[in-house]
């Protein structure tokens, strides 16, 4: 039997339905439903109606465009036939002269008629710049083996901006015999003067297309071209489809989106093309799109404040009913505690910094002492919930929250603010130095290893340090302050600290314009990539390149990687703009391949999250595919962080990656927590030491002694060894005598384009 629920059961899920955080919520959220989703409909209402006029317009324009081609097509062969007739037999100058004294011809000011014997030599002609000799004209030619009209590619015209179009019909005499032909030649721009811009706009097109794929002439805008060449039998139906087919697509002659649409005319070799381009129709649409969205946004946060404000005041009046049937002291002491504390790590919360902030700061005040604010922000936490999970991320904050506590003394405060953000405070000792061995101190606790459900990692933090009253002398100006030096640690490579400086740009503005515009480079077309040789240290060849992404924004000019790919790889963004990367190096590796004469190995690095993508192999052998470039002629470099955070994790990715044939390479070998183990535990093709190693050397023993441990283990595992960062002959040969394989650098050259042009597009 099922079990029945007893009405007190049913009252009281009822009544949880009825409370006010369950309630208000789901109102919140019921509407906003309905909102949006009558917004989103009218803004797909608009498009559809958009495009559908777009397309009926190009129809109807085709068809206009098409009645005043075919009327001055049948002008033209009209009058052609009629000099044919009446100068059979006849002297040719005579007949032009006694036609045009009757109005028989076209107006001389834009047609020219012309008369040519059998050798294509002119035998009379309305205008006297007419050439003398036709013979080879494609249009005299074509009169030779045809009855019908024949229409000639487009010819230059007296002056260099005049292309004419020429219209000939054959004679023939009483045995039928070829005895010259008729021709009249018209300015191109004739068949396109009646282009309103009113209707087809900044950017619509209207043309005269051949049937060999050939524009007679072609108008968009102001401009008249001549001569563009297209797929005649994929732009032209066949004349039997009704209605006109109108297709949206790119006009290969000009890269225009257009509505377009074209006909071929009876009888007559060639067929009208009309386009409107698709930003100009739609673009009404999206602005009337973008209106509903903002009025739908606006009426969304007006929504949300009112169920909010109604929400909060039924939940303070539930929240003093159940206060008065609970013992007094009891409950005041536990939401004192739970207020003021964070729940997970036990630290104080920002409710108890705010509180206790104040209280420092008056007393700072009145007795003339200083204090200061460190604000810590763990440097990509985000990578460990999205690859070890939340149970870990939560373990892992536990751990910084008790060596956050070891670090400072007992006088000073440790607050979690959220997420991954710790503030110190601290009341005594704020001068520079001592400082300083706090924030060293702090790095040293957090940097250690950590050993979290089973998994072994590293993970650094930033540390930014504002101080009262030398930099603020309000809680909210101190909070900014130490922010605001904490992305300067973040922007200076992440495991340091820095002290506020007023003169330095607020990095937390900027870090907001720079993520805005990252969303959009990729569609913008703004990123690029350049590429650095690598050079055999024995015969000097180049082997290999390796690509480095570059941003050019319009506004800010050239942003540099450590700018702006932490901002991409904490919000995701790294994603989209590594796989344009990928594809974009294995393009040009194929013609760097064809450039050189030789094989060479393409480079490209991989960041944490693209490493823990789920779909990176299918991806990598999808571009592969594509692209055709050899799979062993890839190389993906990994950073060794990424390889510690989750060991079997990365076995398993690895394994898969060299599964398809790609090479594997351990990026930044020597930068930070590298050890020679690592070259064991894991099967690399390649180790890419350092540049910071590199350049060191001469003053470090300990980079000397790594640098030549490395080769050394080359030689041994029978991995290549690549030196990065090389500037100097004297590194070089220091390199070279130690037997390392390859190197890069600035003093073999810098990065740069591939010496042909690149196709950068991203769509």
Known sequence: MQPQHSPTHRTHRLGRLTEPQVLFPALALLLLGVLWFTTASLVRLELANARAAAVASTRELTETYEAQVVRALREIDRTLKLVAHVGRDADPAQTLSQLAGHGLLLPSLLFTVSVADAQGTLLASTSSDAPSQVAGRDYFEAARDTTRLSIGTPAPGATADDWMLSFSRPLRDTSGDFSGAVII????????????????GRDGFAGLLGSDGIFRTGRSGDTVTTGM???????????DVEPLPVRLNVNDWDGVERYTAARELYDFPVAVVVGLSAAEQLQPAHARGRTYLLRSTAASILLVALMALLGRLSWQLQQSRQRAAREQIA????????????????????SFFSHTLHQMLALARRHQRPLALLFLDLDRFKLINDTLGHDAGDALLKEVARRLTDAVRASDIVVRLAGDE???????????????????????????????????????????????????????????????????????????????DPSAPQPSLERLSLESSLRQALERHEFNLHYQEQRDLNSG???????????QHPQLGLVLPHQ????????????????????????HGVTLQTTHGRPLTMCVNLSARQFADPHLTQELKNILDASGLEPQRLELGIAESVLLANVEQAMTVLGRIRALGVRVAIDNFGASYSSLSTLNRFRFDTVNIDGSVVRNYEHSPEDQKLTEATIAMGRNLAFTVVAEGVETEDQAKFLRDRACDKAQGYYFGAPAAPPSATDTRTD
């Open 229 to 239: 060449r297209t797929d005649y039998a994929q732009l032209v139906p066949d004349n």
């Open 422 to 500: 710790f503030v110190v405070l601290l009341p005594e000792q704020c001068d520079e130095s001592s400082l300083t061995v706090v924030a060293q101190r702090i790095l040293s606790a957090v940097g250690k290893p950590y050993d979290v459900l089973g998994h072994q990692f590293r993970v650094t933090v930033s540390v930014g340090i504002s101080r009262y009253p030398d930099d603020a002398e309000d809680e909210e100006s101190l909070i900014k302050h130490a922010d605001a030096a904490m992305y300067h640690a973040k922007e200076s490579g992440r495991n340091t600290f820095h002290m506020y």
């Open 331 to 350: 409950h005041a002491e536990r939401i004192e505690y739970i207020a003021q504390h964070d729940s997970l790590t036990g630290l104080p919360n920002r």
């Open 564 to 587: 702006f790919l932490p901002l991409a790889e904490e919000s995701g963004l790294i994603l989209p703009i590594g796989r344009w990367a990928i594809e974009t190096a294995c393009r």
């Open 185 to 200: 030649s018209v300015p191109a721009s004739y068949f396109v003067s009646g282009y309103e811009a009113a209707k087809l």
């Open 541 to 551: 060849e180049v082997t290999g390149v390796e690509a480095l992404l570059r941003w």
